[in-house]
């Protein structure tokens, strides 16, 4: 199907960290992630583009209207139609979709953040709700493995954010919240001027401890019974916390350059949580 091949080819061109994870899906599963992560992926772009803060919240407009109509199989985007098919075959509740929206809309109206809880809602809008639709195509037994999506979405975005955060300020954005900044003595002003020094380590250090923190919390809450349907989330899950330990490795020298691993790296990671058959606990990564 012609739309079909547009979603794996949007989520080919993207060059996600997920796409490692994606190919090991089964066909069925893997098509419809490809759909779901397309779908995120044009989201997202509608507010990365280039131009105006209004012109980009019309459009976002006319996506969500499209959204509503492609639910009833009735848009102009074939993708969206595509959409309501894989929604209704693995029964995703369409809030997960308004709420991403929701999410990237936030990034149009607010470029700074007073505390966590403000960020959490942002972490959980954009990057929670899309672990919650693809929950739904992995297929679980038990409710908690829902939760394990939530922590999850909430590390891989924290990790995100601390990846990049000198190209975020570079656009005006600004995620670590206020009280942080406030808490090590660190300003705004001296972020963006890419000061290095004790504070701004202090600043980071938090930041990466408070990740940690929700990829533990996620790891607690995959039931032995879903550890396999997950495997997927899982490389992302160790993908990025493999991250997250090189930018501490490397003393958090973010205006240096920006931090990843190598495609070798992600390979070996994949393969090794695809054949795994026991859960990772958080201590043994430590």
């Known amino acids: 199907m012609r739309d079909l091949d547009t979603a794996t080819e949007i989520t080919r061109k993207s060059k996600t960290n997920f796409m490692m994870s994606f190919a090991m899906l089964p066909e069925h599963k893997r098509d419809a992630i490809h759909t779901v992560y397309a779908f995120c992926r044009c989201t997202d772009d509608i507010v990365d ?30 993708l969206l139609n595509r959409l309501s098919v894989i929604a209704d075959r693995f029964h995703i509740p369409a809030v997960h979709f308004f709420d991403l929206i929701r999410g990237m809309r936030m990034d149009l109206e607010k470029t700074r953040y007073a505390t966590f809880d403000e960020l ?28 394990y999506a939530i922590d999850l979405g909430i590390a891989l975005q ?8 000198k190209a975020d300020a570079a656009i005006g954005r600004i995620y670590i919240p206020k009280e942080d900044f ?16 004790e504070r701004f380590v202090d600043l980071m250090r938090f930041q990466t401890q408070r990740a940690r923190s929700y990829y533990g919390r996620a790891r607690a809450s995959l039931a032995h019974e879903d550890h396999a349907a997950f495997f ?34 992600k390979f070996r990671i994949a393969v090794a949580e695809y054949f795994s058959r026991t859960p990772v606990q958080y201590a043994t990564l430590s």
Not at 51 to 68: I, N
Not at 127 to 138: D, H, K, P, R
Request: glycine share 6%.
């Open 49 to 78: 583009d280039e131009g105006d803060a209004e012109t980009k919240s019309t459009r976002l407009q006319r996506w969500t209207d499209e959204l509503e109509k492609g639910l009833r199989n009735e848009s102009a985007h074939p």
């Open 120 to 147: 959490y809602e942002y972490c959980y809008n954009v990057a929670s709700t899309v672990g919650l639709m693809c929950s739904e195509i992995f297929g679980y037994t038990h409710q908690e493995t829902r939760q």
């Open 158 to 165: 924290l990790t995100n954010i601390v990846r990049d955060v």
């Open 182 to 197: 406030d808490r090590f003595g660190y300003s705004y002003d001296e972020l963006l001027g890419h000061r290095y020094n």
């Open 232 to 265: 997927a989330a899982r490389i992302m899950d160790r993908i990025y916390f493999r991250i997250l330990d090189k930018i501490e490795k490397k003393e958090f020298a973010l205006f240096d350059e920006r931090i990843s691993i190598s495609g070798f790296s």
